[in-house]
């Protein structure tokens, strides 16, 4: 409470979705206190995202939370079969290995990262991150709705409705996030721009319960693809029956015309889709919930005005399609979370908050633009059956059964369909556009090299780089003959200097450069005899510099800069990169920061002694 009764904290979060909670988690273990409200009085009820990819997951390693993620989610091995079919029991057009799971991409998944991809509902994410936060430094506030907010020199003021007794009330916070979701009305009040457009078409969720063992479990996937009659209408263009618990828990995607509005759905025709899905009216179906959503494509120019920064859906706003949605909003969180704790705690400038821009907007554009041109991969397997030409069920029925037929103009059609199902690829095992994310701001110390070129396709290849900008590479490193990630070496809300063998000159450099800033950089020398060496000597190679160079790792896991090998200037060197990183090339002393004489929290010291 300040001098006016009005509650204050550091940084207020609206939304417990993805982003919102992710925040929390993230600011609560570095130590911010923060209040974070959801209008509703739970978290999502709806499974929604479930696609968990790896940098995500790398994120929740970074949170201690992987284990626990990974108990509640279905792995990746169940997660890949991917039929398309004309319902669950009719014919089968073929499949499409995904999510890594073709032997052939496999390989790809498991050198990028420690972490696999998994699927873990929305509704069993977000009480796992708030449960993480609530212990540490959040306060938890549901039945509570933001109303607006204004924002000067030192602070925002935000207004709260409580939804239980109807009364508002203020609370003053340093800095706001706005993880409000795609009607998002921090966006609104902030006047952020936003380029695209929403409501382009509809979609409805019917989540259900029933047994559908005999139809799935020989061909384990998280989504089925039905193709039949009626199933291309709107949304998606196509409609999913999605896995959510094997294999009695479902949701299916099915589409309505936009321009009519969200339809009526009773529980009986909800009952009739998912019965004309799974191709069987005699199995048991239990609707548990219905909803409809549109499909958009929106970004935000700018992420960010002074002290609101907006994230998540809120300022990126696309399909389902390549699962992106929750993962680049944990992303957002994990991007700006280390940068306000800096702040907050005097060791870097307010300025290098821009830099929240200058790497999120990119990405926002990036993932709206891939996940819409997906809807555009989907439409040619419908092409490839006549499904545009020719409306009429009967002559659907032919143009599929044609495909078992010996005559030329089969064979044409089912090149036509493999094609089509190829194509795919980009929609389910874009590795690239969920690991290639590189960063260009004032938060990277560039070392003048010049961004590599990418030797296989940049959507559907992840390539790794250890250029400022890039993430870590991940490599398997030994401690005491067993094996840790490059990732886990680092990360947990600190800098990270990692060099090798005869790299000792730049020890010396960081217990200097963190005394003269004021931050902790944690150093690890990786190398024959040392606490971590490099038996395969795939840090050697993925490092890209020398064994006495050193790369410098920012709390997010990111590489802030690079030097070669060690010279004779290795403190200045360190210096002039650190300082650019935290916005402090100006020099000391920062007249605008927001120092908080933070007490030894235990919190954070618990954290740390996982170090
Ligand atoms: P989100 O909308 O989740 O949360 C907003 C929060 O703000 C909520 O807690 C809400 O109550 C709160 N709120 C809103 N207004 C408020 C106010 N005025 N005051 C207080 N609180 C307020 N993504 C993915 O990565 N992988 C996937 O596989 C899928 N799959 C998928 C399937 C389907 C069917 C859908 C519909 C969506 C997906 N997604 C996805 C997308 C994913 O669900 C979406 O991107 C995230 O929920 C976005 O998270 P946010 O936290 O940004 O917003």
Redesign the pocket.
């Known amino acids: 409470m300040n001098r006016n009764n009005i509650p204050e904290t550091e940084v207020l979060i ?7 909670a992710a925040s929390a988690a993230l600011l609560s273990g570095y130590g911010v206190n923060n209040i974070v ?4 009085s739970w ?2 009820r709806t499974p ?4 968990t990819n790896q940098r995500t997951m790398e994120i929740l390693r970074d949170l201690g939370l992987e284990e626990e993620a990974k108990n509640l989610a279905t792995p990746n091995d169940l997660m890949g079969e991917n039929p398309f079919c004309t319902s669950l029991a009719g014919q089968e057009l073929g499949r499409v290995n995904t999510w890594g799971t073709h032997p052939l991409r496999r390989a790809d998944y498991e050198l990028a990262s420690p972490s696999m991809i998994c699927d873990l509902p ?1 509704n069993l994410l977000e009480p796992l991150l708030l449960r993480s936060a609530g212990p540490r430094r959040s306060s938890i506030r549901f039945n ?3 109303l607006n907010h204004v924002q000067d020199q030192n602070g925002v003021t935000v207004t709260l409705l409580d939804r239980l007794n109807g009364q508002t009330y203020d609370v003053r916070a340093k800095y706001l996030i706005g ?5 998002s ?1 921090v966006v609104e009040d902030l006047g952020l721009p936003l380029e695209g457009k929403m409501g382009i078409s509809g979609s409805m ?1 019917i989540v259900f319960e029933a047994d559908l063992s005999e139809y799935v479990a020989h061909r384990p996937s998280v989504l089925y693809w039905i193709v039949q009659p009626g199933s291309n209408v709107g949304g998606l263009g196509i409609a999913v029956i999605r896995m959510v618990r094997p294999w009695y828990k479902w ?1 299916v ?1 099915y589409g309505y015309e936009v321009e009519d509005g969200p339809p009526e759905l009773t529980e009986e025709t909800a009952t009739h889709i998912v019965h004309s899905l799974i191709g069987n009216r005699n199995i048991p179906v239990k609707i548990e919930s219905t909803s409809t ?1 549109t499909v958009n494509d929106v970004h935000a120019k700018q992420l960010s005005r002074g002290r609101v920064f907006c ?4 300022v990126h706003r696309h399909p ?1 399609l390549n ?7 944990i992303q957002d969180a994990f991007n700006l979370c280390w940068k306000l704790a800096h702040v907050l705690d005097g060791k870097a400038h307010p300025d290098m908050l821009e830099s929240y821009n200058e790497e999120r907007a990119p990405v926002a554009a990036q993932v709206v633009k891939r996940a819409n041109k997906s809807l555009d991969d989907l439409p040619p397997i419908y092409a490839a059956l006549g499904f545009f030409d020719e409306q009429d069920p009967g002559e659907i029925q032919k143009n599929i059964a044609e495909l078992c037929e010996s005559t030329p103009a089969a064979a044409e059609r089912r090149q036509a369909l493999r094609d089509a199902l190829d194509n795919t690829h980009y929609v389910y095992n874009a590795h690239g556009v969920e690991m290639n994310q590189r960063y260009d701001s004032r938060a990277v110390a560039t070392d003048g090299t010049a961004e590599p070129h990418y030797l296989r396709d940049a959507e559907l290849y992840h390539q790794a780089s250890s250029r400022p900008g890039a993430n870590l590479p991940h490599a398997w490193l030994t401690e005491n003959g067993h094996r840790v990630s490059t990732l886990d070496l680092c990360g947990r809300g600190k800098f990270t200097l990692l060099t090798g063998l005869g790299g000792e000159a730049w020890l010396d450099a960081a217990r200097t450069v963190e005394k003269e800033l004021g931050l902790e950089i944690r150093t690890h020398v990786i190398g024959f005899g040392r606490q971590y060496e490099d038996p395969y000597g795939d840090f050697a190679r993925l490092s890209e510099i020398s064994e006495t160079g050193a790369l410098v790792i920012r709390p997010d896991l990111f590489v802030g800069w690079r030097a070669q090998a060690v010279s004779d200037n290795a403190t200045a060197d360190l210096r002039a990169a650190m300082s650019r990183i935290l916005g402090r090339e100006n020099g000391d002393p920062l007249t605008d920061l927001h120092t908080r004489n933070r007490k030894a929290d235990s919190i954070k010291d618990h954290w740390m002694s996982q170090t």
Do not use: C, F
Not at 179 to 183: H, M, S, V
Not at 311 to 314: I, K, N, Q
Not at 323 to 329: C, E, K, T, V
């Open positions: 609206i939304g417990t979705g993805p982003a919102g409200i959801n209008k509703w978290t999502a929604r995202a479930h696609i929305q509570t709705e933001y993880a409000d979701g795609a009607n009305k969720n949701l995607v959503w994230m998540g859906d809120a389902p699962g992106l949605g929750s993962n680049a909003s």
